[in-house]
């Protein structure tokens, strides 16, 4: 984010709107990312957000007592959305109620949220697309990522941010969906070039890098006229997954 050469008034302006965005786009945020998307100081835009009720703050549950989970939820004002739409390309339903906010996955949103606003401070990436709106455009039957960054080249990187193991089936079916991902046939919205997975468990990581190895067995699975799940046949992870799916540990 530049911001040289801008005077104060300028600057303050151009960080609203990069906030208002954010918000409009991620859904909620929480003042450190925030902060980290802006480049501003602790609290200080926040505050005047808030002061200039475009904002509003709403505690977790957690209330900071879990680790990763934020102790406080921002979310735009009816004000702040009329802000963010009239500048936003793209209109996308926002839910004003922060309590239907789902808080389960609040720990999840944060840490994707801070990679991202991390490669975009670190230059990795140029654009992104969030799971709102990803879901706009969403297909039957095809899994969509975390988001999808877009990086400096125009490549298009699957992030899937995997804070528990999956096993058996859904391993397979996880797997199998990202490797579909990956094919030039694929759905326009959700192809991309490459696949990184982000966690914060060494014992996660090395059981993704295991299942995206070529060569490994997947199976596919369909159900009977039951409705229960079975095995429909077995291949392995193609050779040309090889160096396609990255596995990032986070502290």
Request: charged share 25%; glycine share 6%.
């Amino acid at each position: 984010m530049l911001l040289t050469g801008l005077s104060p008034r300028a600057r303050g302006d151009e960080k609203t709107r990069i906030a208002l965005d954010w918000l409009y786009r991620w859904g909620w945020s929480s003042p450190s990312v925030l902060d980290l998307t802006t480049g501003g100081t602790r609290s200080n835009l926040v505050q005047k957000l808030i002061k200039n009720q475009l904002v509003k703050s709403t505690r977790t549950q957690a209330g900071g007592g879990i680790k990763g989970v934020p102790s406080q939820m921002l979310t735009l004002t009816s004000f702040g959305i009329e802000q963010a739409e009239a500048r936003s390309e793209t209109l996308i339903p926002y839910e004003i109620d922060p309590y239907r906010i789902n808080q389960s996955l609040l720990r999840h949103d944060e840490i994707m949220q801070r990679a991202t606003a991390q490669a975009i401070k670190n230059k990795i990436i140029i654009n992104f697309k969030t799971p709102r709106e990803l879901a706009i455009a969403s297909e039957k039957e095809i899994k969509q990522p975390d988001a999808i960054w877009i990086e400096n080249n125009g490549a298009r990187v699957g992030i899937e941010v995997e804070l528990s193991a999956k096993w058996e089936r859904k391993l397979d079916q996880f797997v199998r969906s990202c490797l579909t991902s990956l094919l030039p046939n694929s759905s326009p919205t959700y192809r991309v070039d490459k696949i990184y997975l982000i966690s914060d468990s060494k014992a996660i990581i090395k059981r993704y890098d295991a299942a995206f190895e070529p060569g490994q067995l997947l199976t596919t699975w369909e159900k009977d006229e039951r409705g229960i799940w079975k095995i429909k046949e077995k291949n392995k992870v193609p050779e040309w997954a090889e160096g396609k799916i990255v596995c990032h540990l986070i502290e």
